[in-house]
């Protein structure tokens, strides 16, 4: 039996807003792959700067979502 008083449960699902930044974010993360690959065959001389790239837009990737849901909910 189901009760009347009991709260509508909430549907969990994504917004077009979420789809876009989790495929932006995913994107800069397999660019920062690209970059960290990359820097095996790069040039003498750039071989630091795109491994550090690489690893810092992969890292920054992760960081995208959270800072978007952290805006997102301070203006509620």
Do not use: C, Q
């Not at 792959?33 to 837009?57: I, K, M």
């Not at 890292?59 to 952290?70: E, T």
Request: charged content about 15%; hydrophobic content about 60%; proline content about 4%.
């Amino acid at each position: 039996m189901s009760d009347i008083a009991a709260p509508k449960r909430v549907r969990n699902s994504a917004s077009f807003a979420d789809v876009i930044v989790f495929i932006i974010s995913f994107a800069v993360f397999v660019f920062g792959l690209y970059l960290f690959g990359a820097s095996f065959a790069a040039p003498a001389g750039t071989e630091f700067w795109v491994f550090w790239g690489g690893l810092l837009a992969s890292g920054f990737a992760f960081i995208i979502p959270m800072v978007y849901h952290w805006v997102r909910d301070s203006r509620k």
